[in-house]
Nanobody, 120 residues
Framework: QVQLVESGGGLVQAGGSLRLSCAASGSIRSINDMGWYRQAPGKERELVAGITNGGGTNYVDSVKGRFTISRDNAKNTVYLQMNSLKPEDTAVYYC??????????????WGQGTLVTVSS
């Protein structure tokens, strides 16, 4: 069993910053891709940022230049630094990882979600 525990969400004014963290634990043999998704009310979940085990990153256009994804492989943790936040960034943010379990089964795990609210 794999657990992802997120932290760092909250209420912030427009222009402010937040840092999300997501720590994975459990029966993990290897992690390939890690990422952050978000889902705003009435909208579909979208990929915000992703990072490979080699450090390659990708971002949705709306956050480029404002958000930075990083990971600590030794801690099985992924981070999302969010700067210059806008009200349209308001959403529940979910972390995701893809890899293999101890038993070599494919792993696609999700965090419980953390709410980010940006006030204008």
């Amino acid at each position: 069993q794999v657990q992802l525990v997120e932290s760092g969400g909250g209420l912030v004014q427009a222009g402010g910053s937040l840092r999300l963290s997501c720590a994975a634990s459990g029966s993990i043999r290897s992690i390939n891709d890690m990422g952050w998704y978000r889902q705003a009310p009435g909208k579909e979940r979208e990929l915000v940022a992703g990072i490979t085990n080699g450090g390659g990153t990708n971002y949705v256009d709306s956050v480029k230049g404002r958000f930075t994804i990083s990971r600590d492989n030794a801690k099985n943790t992924v981070y999302l630094q969010m700067n210059s936040l806008k009200p349209e960034d308001t959403a529940v943010y979910y972390c995701n990882l893809k890899g293999r379990t101890y038993y070599f089964q494919p792993l696609n795990a999700w965090g419980q979600g953390t709410l980010v609210t940006v006030s204008s």
